[in-house]
């Protein structure tokens, strides 16, 4: 009878320990975390502070000031205290969630960041949705007809974009659809988020940010969805010759749902791990795109600061940056866990 009863126990012991082990697994990857966002605080410190270009002489361009004047602003922006004393502040400032006084717009950076964080999350997220949903179809169809024409043809083009620069395919697109060509007129506009002439409320004021939305959302949606297609294509094919996929065809079911039931949702793990990290991404790479298109995000916010250089201004962009990325990146940790079996058993 002991022999009998004795399974029992060890089973519900054994899924306790893997249930705990899902605590030390988070704590381990949001130390990593931790580690991570701290280290990139010393690299945007370090790379801010060796600019060679002077903000006080760029702030005061044009107009009369002698050398004790400048002296004077660089001690009211604390341009002249020891790197170490300013490296502390920051840090501290950082943790409070204080992200400094811009120079240039003479407002705190936290709310700069806060009122051009739409336009970004607008154009991103965008960006994001049809690239994903159109990269992740056309990679099945193309890996599961892998070596037809239609394969060689999404394989090819989308080579082709991933490795177009995302500035240069911006200029293009803006000089062809926005100044217009040859016989192409223009038909969209150059840059910016609405028209002021036009009232900003209502459908008329959604169509006009529709309007403007269209070219910086085509550049990134040409330049992201191509990875998609690629690493889906590729996962696709690996998942051909699994038996599973064999197995299933022996019980009747159709190609088409073989590739819907069983060979996507097993290829679409390493796609799933990219698009976290992607989301990441796209936010801190909105700065070529929102700078070609002046669109007002907080690419644009950026790259306004890098002509002083704005100090204070930089570096708070470059936290909120460096933050998605390393969140992004934690879901993804937390999120592949949970789909991918293998690792819930290492």
């Given amino acids: 009878m002991s022999s009998l009863t004795a399974p029992g126990p060890a089973k519900v012991k054994g899924r306790g320990v893997k249930r705990s082990d899902l605590l030390p697994y988070l704590g381990s990857k949001l130390v990593a975390a931790l580690v991570s966002f701290f280290v990139t605080l010393v690299i945007g410190f370090v790379i801010f502070s060796l600019m060679p270009a002077d903000p006080v002489r760029t702030l005061t361009r044009g107009r009369p000031t002698s050398e004790a004047q400048l002296a004077q602003i660089r001690v009211q922006l604390g341009l002249d205290d020891p790197v170490w004393e300013r490296f502390l502040t920051f840090v501290g400032n950082t943790l409070k969630g204080e992200l400094g006084y811009s120079w240039q717009f003479q407002q705190s950076v936290s709310s700069l960041v806060a009122d051009r964080l739409g336009p970004t999350l607008l154009l991103m997220g965008t960006a994001a949705v049809l690239s994903i949903a159109f990269g992740l179809w056309l990679g099945v169809r193309s890996g599961w007809r892998h070596g037809s024409l239609f394969d060689r043809i999404a394989s090819s083009t989308s080579l082709t974009l991933w490795s177009v620069p995302t500035f240069w395919l911006g200029m293009i697109l803006l000089v062809t659809f926005s100044v217009g060509v040859g016989p192409i007129p223009s038909l969209l506009p150059a840059g910016g988020m609405s028209d002021p002439s036009l009232p ?89 795109v929102e700078a070609v298109y002046s669109w007002p995000g907080l690419g644009y916010l950026t790259y306004e600061a890098l002509k002083i250089p704005d100090l204070p201004l930089l570096q708070g962009t470059f936290i909120v940056f460096s933050a998605s990325v390393i969140i992004m990146n934690l879901l993804a940790d937390v999120v592949y866990r949970f789909l991918d079996p293998r690792v819930r058993a290492q």
């Avoid at 990875?227 to 996929?245: A, C, F, H, K, N």
């Avoid at 749902?257 to 991404?281: D, E, K, Q, W, Y």
């Fill in 200 to 288: 900003q409320e209502g459908w008329t004021h959604v169509a006009d940010v529709a309007r403007h939305l269209v070219l910086p959302c085509l550049t990134m949606v040409l330049v992201v969805f191509a990875q998609y297609v690629t690493v889906m294509r590729t996962s696709i094919i690996d998942e051909m010759g699994s038996p599973y996929l064999l197995t299933a065809r022996a019980k009747g079911l159709t190609d088409d749902a073989v590739r819907r039931r069983h060979a996507v949702p097993n290829a679409l793990l390493p796609s799933v791990t990219m698009i976290f990290m992607h989301l990441g991404i796209l936010v801190s790479g909105a700065i070529t």
